[in-house]
T-cell receptor, first 114, second 114 residues
Framework: EDQVTQSPEALRLQEGESSSLNCSYTVSGLRGLFWYRQDPGKGPEFLFTLYSAGEEKEKERLKATLTKKESFLHITAPKPEDSATYLCAVQATMTGLGFQKLVFGTGTRLLVSP | NAGVMQNPRHLVRRRGQEARLRCSPMKGHSHVYWYRQLPEEGLKFMVYLQKENIIDESGMPKERFSAEFPKEGPSILRIQQVVRGDSAAYFC????????????FGSGTQLSVL
């Protein structure tokens, strides 16, 4: 069974204090690993997709990396507006192309204090 | 370009009543997904629909739950004879239907069963 485990469950940072979020996964063949951001009362918002080990993607203060067993979301010099829940999800190769049947982790709640 | 629209945002039902959740995908999107988020759990896939077709409903409970995406109008997730365990946030997402890896989520419907 495909599984995604995220750690820590919650993380409190001071503004400017860099850190990393972890996403460990087991999947029967990885088609893609996804990072989403979710604000309270809102739906998830897409951040990144990673397809193969060694791949990296960046967007503003966020950088996502992927190995064969886990992914990291690095947050550099965070600001209060980065406070949100960050969700990791995987898509197995057995699902058809274009079929976004994702298995989500429970997320990391990030709070950045000024 | 309006995003994915879900209504109602909040829905309160008594045990045994029916709940109808609506989702209008983004303009130009023909693929709709429903996910459920239970308290303290990750988003769980329920069903994947294209216009007038259910493609995969493997995540949907066999009884009381049904979904449709008619040729005209929004996608509907219907829950008959609701029970307290159905209380959750229900999110709809849409995609253009290509190999596009990005899902666009609505803000969800929070269902509370009294």
């Amino acid at each position: 069974e495909d599984q995604v485990t995220q750690s820590p469950e919650a993380l409190r940072l001071q503004e400017g204090e860099s850190s990393s979020l972890n996403c460990s996964y087991t999947v029967s063949g990885l088609r893609g690993l996804f990072w989403y951001r979710q604000d309270p009362g809102k739906g998830p918002e897409f951040l990144f997709t990673l397809y193969s080990a060694g791949e990296e993607k960046e967007k503003e203060r966020l950088k996502a990396t992927l190995t064969k067993k886990e992914s990291f979301l690095h947050i550099t010099a965070p600001k209060p507006e980065d406070s949100a829940t960050y969700l990791c999800a995987v898509q197995a190769t057995m699902t058809g192309l274009g079929f976004q049947k994702l298995v989500f982790g429970t997320g990391t709640r990030l709070l950045v204090s000024p | 370009n309006a995003g994915v629209m879900q209504n109602p945002r909040h829905l309160v039902r008594r045990r045994g009543q029916e709940a109808r959740l609506r989702c209008s995908p983004m303009k130009g999107h023909s693929h709709v997904y429903w996910y459920r988020q239970l308290p303290e759990e990750g988003l769980k896939f329920m069903v994947y629909l294209q216009k007038e077709n259910i493609i995969d409903e493997s995540g949907m409970p066999k009884e009381r739950f049904s979904a449709e995406f008619p040729k005209e109008g929004p996608s509907i997730l219907r829950i008959q004879q609701v029970v307290r365990g159905d209380s959750a946030a229900y999110f709809c997402a849409s995609s253009p239907g290509t190999a596009n890896e990005k899902l666009f989520f609505g803000s969800g419907t929070q269902l509370s069963v009294l």
